[in-house]
């Protein structure tokens, strides 16, 4: 699976993780920043991520922050992005079964480390339903 991912100052120590546990499983990963934890603006590394997510160039997108809020507001900004805030397993199995989430967005400081990758491999390995879901996301989509 291609991904993308952007983050801010407070994603980015998440971030390095994710990307490590994504190449190592074989994903290819495009990081669209930032490369350091100095202060700077998500919607910078976010637009980037979003829209090559809603371009078709990469499969999905991850962005990170703080608490993810920031960064779901602005991915969802791109036409065709559906960001979901997630903040442990079932809120990203849920995300991808019924809203069909292109791209998670996840929180530095709301969640443990240790739970960040199962986070990021259920919302990867969790299918669309489809079905009664379908006709809302097309109407998200109109």
């Known amino acids: 699976m291609k991904i993308a991912i952007g983050t801010d100052h407070a994603g980015f120590h998440y971030k390095e993780k994710i ?60 036409k065709g992005i559906r960001c979901t805030v997630c903040w442990n397993a079932l809120s990203a199995e849920m995300a991808r079964r019924h809203n069909d989430s292109n791209v998670l967005s996840l929180g530095q400081r709301m969640i443990e480390e240790s739970d960040v990758t199962d986070i990021v491999q259920t919302w990867l390995d969790t299918p669309f339903d489809g079905g009664r879901h379908q006709r809302r996301i097309v109407k998200l989509e109109a």
């Open 19 to 78: 990307k490590a546990f994504l190449i190592a499983q074989g994903h290819e990963v495009k990081d669209f920043g930032t490369f350091s934890d100095a202060a700077c603006d998500y919607p910078d590394f976010v637009f980037p991520a979003a829209n090559a997510v809603a371009s078709g160039d990469y499969d999905r997108g991850i962005v990170l922050g703080g608490s993810g809020n920031g960064e779901a507001i602005a991915a969802n900004r791109v």
